[in-house]
């Protein structure tokens, strides 16, 4: 439930309302602008009478949020949020740019690659260094070892980084060593570890699971912004559909529609949509122009030889003439590229 208070009510009536809608038992949260206080309440608001409410002189209105995600609602938070990491900018008109490899496999790899990524204009580098692999057969990433080289990079360049989280366990050390955490598509309903992310204050990347509907996503956006972490970004990375020629097929349609319902910053993930180094490109700027808040790209120095995910990754001269492209579209969209 939503409350609006007229403009220019007075603080002590604002006040008066809270402490009475706390009473009933509701979990209260305060949605403020220049010119609005809207009061969110989660929780059981059985209890809470609207016509009652709208007795008092400040309740410009009542307002029931059908969905079930609340405080990733657009309801609860008119304006985007933006997630701001290491003084760059993730949503509200600026367009982001991730890139980086599937994997990090050595210190020359990952600084070859961070360097160029840097050079073309990427604000972040991308890494994983625990990978969630289809079969346990194949390489699982270079674990702790992998998260130092990340370090070494992010030293090298400047670039903040991103890894991927797989378990609780490895918390900790993610919460020093990366600078957003990604939970990837398998662990997109993984709830004790959208939780544990929630109660810490790290930005958070929210991949779309393989075969999840966009209520799915943002529910699971839900319950990190429940503990308390509003930093939280989603990602649209393709979805299973009977189409067999790409990887995934990408749901650009859920870019508009989810900044429609929701606050929250969404990026686009095209490399593990189409599969295809060469579908990159296109998919790429059809997120820019469509209103992604910004892309993640697989990029490898060495396509051929990569451990992971190579057919689909850029090389560092096509990533950087992409960039070209998209400094392009970002004019003609007004985005901060
Ligand atoms: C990744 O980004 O490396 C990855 C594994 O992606 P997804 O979770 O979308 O499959
Ligand atoms: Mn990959």
């Known amino acids: 439930m939503i409350i609006v208070m007229k403009p220019k009510t007075k603080q002590e009536e604002i006040e008066k309302i809270r402490v009475r809608l706390s009473q009933l038992g509701c979990e209260v949260r305060d949605i403020k602008g220049l010119n609005y206080h809207i009061f969110g309440l989660i929780g059981n608001t059985n209890l809470v009478d609207p016509d009652r409410l709208l007795a008092n002189e400040g309740v410009e209105k009542v307002i029931h949020v059908q969905e079930p995600y609340k405080i990733a ?23 982001a740019v991730i890139a980086g490899p599937c994997s990090v496999e050595s ?18 580098l991308r890494g994983g260094a625990f990978k969630p692999r289809t079969s346990p057969y194949s390489f699982q990433g270079l674990r702790e070892d992998g998260l130092e080289l990340l370090k070494l990079a992010r030293q090298k360049t400047g670039l903040p980084v991103v890894s991927e989280l797989m378990s609780v ?63 939280v970004i989603l ?89 070209d492209s998209l400094k392009e579209l970002a004019k003609i969209e007004h985005k901060n590229i």
């Open 235 to 323: 990602c649209e990375r393709g979805i299973r559909t009977f189409e067999k020629y790409t990887r995934n097929t990408l749901d650009l349609s859920a870019i508009p529609v989810i900044k429609k319902l929701s606050h929250l910053p969404v990026i686009v993930d095209p490399s593990h949509a189409g599969g295809i180094w060469w579908l990159v490109e296109p998919l790429a700027k059809a997120a820019l122009v469509v209103g992604a808040d910004g892309i993640m790209i697989e990029v490898h120095n060495d396509p051929v030889n990569a451990k992971c995910d190579g057919q689909q990754s850029l090389k560092p001269e096509r990533f950087a003439s992409l960039m």
């Open 73 to 95: 609602n657009r309801l609860f938070h008119p304006e985007d949020t933006i997630v701001e990491v290491a003084g760059r900018k993730i949503g509200g008109g600026n367009f």
């Open 107 to 124: 210190e020359e790899q990952i600084a070859c690659v961070a360097e160029a990524v840097k050079a073309a204009g990427a604000g972040f």
């Open 169 to 231: 366990e490895h918390l900790p050390r993610f919460i020093e060593d990366v600078d957003i955490i990604q939970i990837g598509a398998r662990n997109m309903q993984n709830y004790e570890l959208l939780k544990a992310v929630g109660k810490t204050n790290k930005p958070v990347i929210l991949k779309r699971g393989l075969s999840s509907t966009i209520e799915e996503l943002l529910l699971a956006a839900e319950y990190i912004l429940a503990q308390g972490n509003n930093q």
